[in-house]
Structures are given as C-alpha cells and as structure tokens.
C-alpha cells in the first residue's frame, strides 16, 4: 500500500515569509497530488491540486510542484499570513480511490 | 445547508456502549468515506464505500463496522466502544480524481 511521509511536521515563519512542505510517497501509480488545509475546529478542505501530467501549478499564493521520478510533491506559499496558520495534509492517490494522508505539518505563521 | 452533515458532532460515553456515528450527503456522489484523526498521526482511513452495495475496509477498520443505508448515508457503527476509540472522525465524500469534501467532525470521547 501508499507509504506516505511529510516534513517538517510542523514550521514555523515569519510573517511575509515563504513556506515549503513536503511530501513523499511510495506508490509509482499515484497520479493524483492534493493538499489540504484544516483550520481549528474544522474538516480539512482541498486548497490546490495537480494531476500527474503536470509539473507545477500555482494558484495565487499557494503553489505545488510534483517530481514524479522521485516521488516527491511540495507546497509552497509565498508571503505568509496569519490566517495561514493551520495543519496541512498532502493525500497522494492513484485511480482506485482509496486516500491515504500524510501526517500533517503544523503550519504557525507570527506576526 | 452543509454538503457534509455530521450528527453528533460531540459524544461521552462509555467503555462497551454501542455508538453510532452518521453522515449524510447532498452532493450526490458514490463515494464515501470515513477516517479518524489522532493528534500527531493525521488523519488514518477507517471504511470507505463506492456505492451503496460496496464496503471496504481502511487502514484501521478493527473495532469498527459500517453500513451506506442510501446515496447519501454512511453511518460508523462501534460495537464496544473502548477508551482507545476516544478521537475526532471525520466523514467524507469523494467526486472527480478524489477530491475529497468533509464533514465538520465528530468528536467522541469514550471513558
């Protein structure tokens, strides 16, 4: 089954500062790389994702990279808010469905 | 309304009680799933279901049982709960390459 790893668990910025987390998986059939922000209190919620034909997307802040040879994705968000603070969960999948998440990385943005 | 409902979203109980957990959907998708989330261990895939005659056991499904009564109901059923059970569960629902919509949690605590 998908080994899923994520470092750091948790980071800690400056406010206005970039963010980088990363996330490793173990199966070569994953074509399916989400990341998940879950607030306090709340479910975790899709923010960005990519498919595996694609190497990099971006979506205002908030970008992901993926390096299918190496079996690596990261997120990436650039000048960092308060209200980025949350735990952030990559989920890599392939066809079948079955979501496995990595442990979450504790995200604490200071003003 | 919520896509995603939850119900109870917080419950005590006690060691070898019976607790049932449910979710109900208005998105119309097959697949569904619940997962429960330990502090530090993310979150970890219990049952999942593609449609109202398929179950599937997660990664953690011991201790555990499910039942998709419709579409739009897939309900956690522990049949002796034990303090170990105590943990925040989260349903979710599943469309598109696996974009996943969860519900607001349910927080069980079992003494």
């Known amino acids: 089954g998908e080994n899923v790893e994520q470092h750091p668990s948790t980071l800690s910025v400056q406010e206005g500062d970039s963010a980088v987390i990363k996330c490793t998986y173990s199966d070569s059939a994953s074509n399916y790389f989400p990341w998940y922000k879950q607030e306090l209190g709340k479910g975790p919620q899709l923010i960005i994702d990519i498919r595996s034909n694609v190497g990099e997307k971006k979506d205002q802040r908030i970008a992901v990279t993926l390096n299918k040879t190496a079996k690596h994705f990261s997120l990436h968000i650039t000048e960092t808010q308060p209200e980025d603070s949350a735990v952030y969960f990559c989920?890599?999948?392939?066809?079948?469905?079955?979501?496995?998440f990595g442990a979450g990385t504790r995200l604490f943005v200071k003003a | 309304d919520a896509d995603v409902t939850q119900t109870p979203r917080n419950r005590i109980t006690k060691t070898g009680k019976r607790i049932m957990l449910e979710c109900s959907q208005t998105?119309?998708?097959?697949?569904m799933y619940w997962y429960r989330q330990d502090p530090g261990l993310g979150l970890r895939l219990i049952y999942y279901?593609?449609?109202?005659?398929?179950?599937n056991k997660g990664e953690i499904s011991d201790g555990y049982s499910v039942s998709r009564q419709a579409q739009a109901k897939f309900s956690l059923s522990l049949e002796s709960a034990i303090p170990n059970q105590t943990a925040l569960y989260f349903c979710?629902?599943?469309?598109?390459?696996?974009?996943?919509?969860f519900g607001a949690g349910s927080r069980l605590t079992v003494l």
């Open positions: 998105k119309g998708h097959d697949r």
């Open positions: 989920a890599p999948s392939q066809g079948g469905f079955k979501t496995i």
């Open positions: 279901s593609f449609d109202v005659k398929d179950i």
């Open positions: 979710a629902v599943g469309s598109g390459a696996n974009v996943l919509t």
